[in-house]
């Protein structure tokens, strides 16, 4: 700059400062550049990252006890876990649990409670069919004082009152969003029922039970509320609101059987929601249920990968999984010996092969080549089959042993459905990803090397091992990275021929992926999968130096 | 950018080409159980109506896929073959849409609605039975010497029955014939199972027979090790010990005792658009009638879900043999049976599993 102020600026062609017109054409060339990009980059993002970012996030994320949970939620929270679960929980649980069971959301909350204790799954279920039962008594209740409040609509004249009233706005947009959230679709917005603030402040119970009816049967459902029939949870409800109501000098629609139903309310009992619960199943008045309820309500949860290294998270904090439940850690752990093993079997036989490759005549070596893709043409669960036939105890390779007489028909060697048959044919899939860049590397090496070493005096080992090997080390370590990266996440075949002992952490993830349907948990695994692969590439990286990796 | 929104553009046109052609899709398990379907229902649906089925052999994930399409909203497919468990779990997690026998079914042809034709095997409220099958034992008659084995314990028996078993890699079914064994009553089974130490004993007896037993997860498995004589008794669907037994003519033999009957059956998954549901609801009804489930049985040997159809399953449709006694439900075979019960499943699966994976990893 100050060469600039000094001379005065450069002008290029057009009499803009040379160094603004180079920065220019320079961003211009670069925002060229990145358009012939961007395809393969919104390619990647959309199917690489975004899919990966999304995984991350579901083994922390637990938004679904708070969805359909909205007001135990706050009750749960208030609550220290220790003392008599408290009535305004029971009260919220009741309505909440309701909504839930009208929109079929209580069972998936169920599903995701089992992953923590079982016996939830069946607890919510059954609970979603027998919430109806106290506001069916009460409605007969309410029918003996007057037949009209069985009938359609009644309800409805009586919450929506008066065209003039003024409406109760905020507490139809507190339910609108409660029942949105749980669905997880949005109410559109020609649905406008609120009820008479008047009515509301008079009924509050009933206003927010019926709202909530409102926001599901009328806004995601579309029915009519003026005829429909709203839940029993509304009878309820007013059952509580009776008790302490004051309709004095109320005059809108049903006025006269509000104040009959005041007037009565010693003949209509009010609800016990405790009492409720209890009769529904044993389990809920357990202490130990609510518990349950209340450590999994946080929105984001460290339970999932608590989970998946064999712990759990407890009203006390995270503690051990029972001892004959732990066996994720242990699959970690084989996974990772069993791949290193594996990559370490690699080398061994991958080294002679791409030295011969290497080292002989075009034409030899093409035909050899051949050999080693061919496998790269063969279906995958046909040679780990394929291994199956030979290896098993009436397989071909025990078969041929018996036969020579090297092993006796009843003393039959087990190499398959354990660990010796999953590295075996592991070993054989991967095989060609480390000869392939060993290959490369191996070719680049000139013979002149090794020539000059021999002429200058030195053996054949010492030529090889002195000379040639560490020219080969960057195709080694090439193979190894690819071979131990694909064996960490190899599923098919130890399923197909690992048996009990030669599993591997993904059979995990995917029995918790398509059969418990537990992905938080298999998210939190395939996390902590991803996380040992970075940090020992890491690892790697220091201790040999990623530079000296070479593909060719 | 624009480039990608063609193709965005393109790919929302294929799939809305797709879902107003005259084309539907069908899930199930593949292989001869897909033929007999493809022989029952979807040829003679497709003649009647001119509708094409495209068949698609996910059932075995269908429930994390319906899952995953549910979240992504959009369905692709519009009848899925499952398990009665998995129909329960998607009817739990609302994947699936009810249905209601009585309106929504064809009834019997006596006029019996179909609620009461099908009657208990109706197990969800968005479950349409079609087969009755069980996991059921076979063995090798010429290895398992000259007792052939007539109860369920004999699976336990080492001392009679020296030699490799083949049970699936899951604690469904095999804990119950472990308690079973361990002299649990039938009907207290599931009480037992359901406590710590009922589990416990149950792996305990399990655990005697640990290194003579080949876990299998395919329903393939079994039948290739009792064919390769690698086992002399396994675990497996009845229908593909027939396959072993009638069609390849392998010296194997079924051991009927304490098998379990589970079942499978359509179900609809929800969410789809107005018109594809009402053809998943015709075409239902038309595949799920008397005469149709019968008609499945003459392709494979699992009994139709409908007492109505019982007395029409006819002879095998290549073999001729005929089909009655390869039924798991015929009463010579149904003498002793045990019923899967799947609301326990529902809840301890997730539990009864951890336990049985580090048992197996000891």
Known sequence: ?552 | MKFTTTLLAGTALTVAGAAFADEMTIVSWGGAYSKSQLKAYHEPYSAKTGVTIINDDSSAEAVAKLRAMNEAGNVTWDVVDVVASDAIRLCDEGLAMEIDADTQLAPAPDGTPASEDFGELRVSDCFIPQIVYSITFGYRTDLVGDKAPTDICAVFDLKAYPGKRSLEKRPINNMEWALLCDGVAKGDVYDVLATAEGQDRALAKLDTIKDSVVWWSAGADTPQLLADGEVIMGSTYNGRLFSVIEEQKQPVAMLWDAQVFDLDGWIIPAGLSEERKQRALDYIYFATDTQRLADQAKYISYGPARKSSAPLVGKHADLGIDMAPHMPTDPNNAKNTFLYNYEFWADYRDDIDAKFQAWLAK
Not at chain 1, 526 to 550: E, P, Q
């Open chain 1, 1 to 552: 700059m100050s060469d600039a102020t000094q001379n005065g600026p450069m002008l290029a062609a057009d009499g803009t400062p040379l160094k603004r017109s180079l920065a220019r054409s320079l961003r211009n060339q670069k925002l060229r550049a990145l358009a012939l990009i961007s395809p393969l980059l919104i390619f990647v993002l959309l199917s690489f990252i975004f899919p990966i970012a999304s995984m991350l996030f579901r083994s922390v994320e637990n938004e679904i006890v708070g969805n359909v949970l909205p007001q135990s939620k706050v009750q749960l929270e208030a609550w220290d876990g220790q003392s008599d679960v408290p009535a305004p929980l029971y009260r919220a649980m009741y309505y909440d649990m309701f909504a839930a069971a009208e929109a079929k959301r209580h069972t998936r909350l169920g599903t995701r409670l089992n992953y923590e204790v079982s016996g939830m799954s069946s607890l919510f279920r059954q609970s979603g069919r027998k919430l109806d039962k106290p506001g069916k008594d009460l409605l007969k209740d309410f029918k003996k004082l007057d037949a009209a409040w069985a009938k359609g609509g009644a309800i409805y004249a009586l919450m929506a009152g008066d065209p003039a009233d003024a409406r109760d706005t905020a507490l139809a947009a507190t339910k609108r969003a409660e029942i949105s959230a749980m669905v997880g679709e949005t109410i559109p917005a020609s649905f406008d029922f609120a009820p008479s603030a008047r009515v509301s402040a008079m009924l509050p119970a009933t206003a927010d039970a019926f709202m909530a009816y409102a926001a599901f049967e009328g806004g995601i459902d579309g029915k009519n509320l003026a005829k429909g029939k709203p839940w029993e949870t509304v009878f309820v409800a007013l059952a509580e609101d009776l008790q302490t109501a004051d309709a004095t000098g109320y005059n809108g629609p049903h006025a006269d059987l509000l104040a009959q139903a005041i007037a009565a309310k010693d003949s209509i009992a009010a609800p016990d929601y405790g009492a409720i619960f209890a009769k529904i199943d044993k389990d809920w008045a357990k202490a130990s249920t609510w518990q349950t309820i209340k450590t999994h309500s946080p929105t984001f949860t460290n339970g999932y990968f608590l989970n998946a290294i064999d712990m759990r998270r407890t009203a006390e904090g995270a503690a051990w999984q029972p001892e004959d439940k732990q066996i994720l850690l242990t699959l970690f752990g084989r996974t990772l010996i069993m791949s290193l093993i594996i990559t370490g079997s690699c080398i061994l036989l991958g080294y002679p092969v791409a030295y011969i490759l290497a080292n002989l005549p075009m034409r030899t070596s093409n035909l050899l080549m051949i050999l080693v893709l061919l496998p790269f043409w063969t279906s995958l669960l046909v040679r780990t089959s394929a291994w199956k036939v030979m290896l098993q105890q009436q397989g071909v390779i025990n078969d041929v042993l018996v036969w020579l007489g090297l092993v006796a028909d009843e003393a039959r060697l087990v190499m398959i459905n354990n660990e010796l048959g999953t590295i075996i044919a592991m070993t054989h899939i991967l095989l060609p990803f480390m000869i392939l860049p060993m290959y490369s590397v191996m070719q680049t090496i000139p013979p002149s090397y090794v020539r000059a070493a021999k002429s200058l005096g030195a053996t054949n080992w010492t030529t090889f091992w002195r000379v040639y090997f560490p020219q080969s080390v960057p195709g080694i370590g090439a193979g190894s990275i690819l071979v131990f990266i694909l064996a960490i996440g190899y599923y098919i075949t130890p399923e197909i021929v690992g048996g009990t002992k030669g599993v591997f952490i993904s059979n995990r993830i995917a029995y918790h992926i398509s059969s418990s349907l537990n992905w938080g948990l298999a998210a939190a695994l395939g996390t902590i999968l991803l996380a040992v692969v970075l940090i020992l590439y890491w690892a790697y990286d220091k201790i040999v130096g990623i530079d000296n990796v070479k593909l060719g």
